[in-house]
């Protein structure tokens, strides 16, 4: 395992999934966004599950979209293969997600709510504690 974060968002939320990224590259980790670090156009499945199986843990990003067809195969991948790798799965509602049409799911790893403030020092805040953790290893 790497000190990869791999960092699932749909399309509407791209900037959202760029500003969690720039929080963990302050922080000294290295995410994994599509576009930042799979293959260019369109990543193959292949590609992304690497990406997955490589990553120290895997955050969810759920916007007031929902989750998009990609998002929701990876979601589907993160969590086949968390139990037996005990990688942590973060779940970050971003501002007008809505709780009522989360996947039941994913309510047991809701660890990070943005709803109401998504400001950098929020989520740096709450991104060290969800990731604490890791730094124990």
């Given amino acids: ?45 292949t590609d992304v599950d690497a990406k997955i199986e490589q990553s120290s ?7 007031p979209s929902g989750a998009g067809p990609a998002q929701s195969m990876e979601t589907r991948l993160v969590l086949a293969r968390q139990a037996a790798r005990q990688v942590p799965v973060v779940a970050i509602l971003l501002p007008g997600a809505d709780l009522d049409t989360l996947p039941p799911f994913l309510h047991d790893h809701v660890a ?23 730094s124990a290893h």
């Fill in 1 to 45: 395992m790497t000190n990869e974060i791999f960092v699932s968002y749909a399309a509407a939320d791209r900037s959202h999934a760029e500003a969690v990224a720039h929080c963990l590259t302050a922080m000294g980790r290295f995410p994994v966004l599509d576009e930042w670090c799979l293959a260019p156009c369109q990543p193959s499945q």
């Fill in 112 to 134: 990070i709510d943005l709803r109401q403030d998504s400001s950098a020092h929020v989520l740096a805040r709450a991104l060290r504690h969800s990731l604490a953790p890791l």
């Fill in 57 to 63: 843990a895997c955050l969810l990003l759920i916007g």
